[in-house]
């Protein structure tokens, strides 16, 4: 602790032995979490919405934003409106 820090250096003996006793000591420990539940991620999300809405700051969209967000995904998912190769009439004949 001479670096004037509080609690043992980083990567020493006494850091991991405090890492060891907190890892697993809570439920979302041992079920993993978001990554492997979307029901838990869904829950949390629905949950989030409902509070940003009651304080006032949820976001709401527009008919504007929501026709341009509208249009950059058919871009993204439709190739961006790049035109397509020509079929050729002599190939088909």
Request: glycine share 18%; charged share 35%.
């Given at each position: 602790?001479?670096?004037?820090?509080?609690?043992?250096?980083?990567?020493?003996?006494?850091?991991?032995?405090?890492?060891?006793?907190?890892?697993?000591?809570?439920?979302?420990?041992?079920?993993?979490?978001?990554?492997?539940?979307?029901?838990?991620a869904r829950e949390a999300g629905r949950k989030g919405g409902i509070s940003a809405h009651q304080r006032g700051?949820?976001?709401?969209?527009?008919?504007?934003?929501?026709?341009?967000?509208?249009?950059?995904?058919?871009?993204?998912?439709?190739?961006?409106?790049?035109?397509?190769?020509?079929?050729?009439?002599?190939?088909?004949?």
């Amino acid at each position: 602790m001479a670096d004037g820090k509080r609690g043992p250096r980083a990567g020493s003996e006494g850091a991991q032995r405090i890492a060891d006793a907190h890892r697993g000591s809570k439920p979302h420990d041992k079920r993993g979490g978001f990554a492997s539940n979307p029901e838990l991620a869904r829950e949390a999300g629905r949950k989030g919405g409902i509070s940003a809405h009651q304080r006032g700051t949820a976001h709401e969209w527009t008919s504007e934003e929501a026709r341009e967000a509208g249009r950059k995904g058919g871009e993204r998912s439709r190739g961006g409106g790049r035109p397509r190769k020509a079929v050729s009439t002599a190939a088909a004949a």
